[in-house]
């Protein structure tokens, strides 16, 4: 972690930017990538089913228009990156209105 402060020191001095800023700044761009990754991957998975959400292609599965797997494992997926999105902008709220 010493190495972590030291570059943190030099960064902020380089920059002019205190280090409170710069590691709020970074945790934001990091929960942005995070955020347009797992909307990348959900839009991939809505697109290769035709589907909006994941209710739909659980019931796609139900009805047999498409294959159980992996269309299974591909809900769970799914419910799992919505959920993770609504974790990271929960998180992105908090850290704008710090």
Do not use: F
């Amino acid at each position: 972690m010493s190495d972590n402060t030291a570059i943190l020191e030099r960064v902020s001095k380089i920059l002019g930017v205190p280090q409170k800023e710069l590691v709020r700044k970074g945790l934001e761009g990091l929960l942005q990538t995070q955020l347009r990754t797992c909307s990348a991957e959900i839009n991939e998975i809505k697109t290769k089913y035709n589907v909006k959400t994941a209710a739909e292609l659980e019931k796609k599965i139900q009805n047999g228009n498409v294959e159980e797997h992996p269309a299974w494992e591909d809900v769970i997926l799914l419910e799992n990156l919505e959920e993770r999105i609504k974790s990271i902008r929960k998180e992105l709220t908090a850290l704008r209105h710090e």
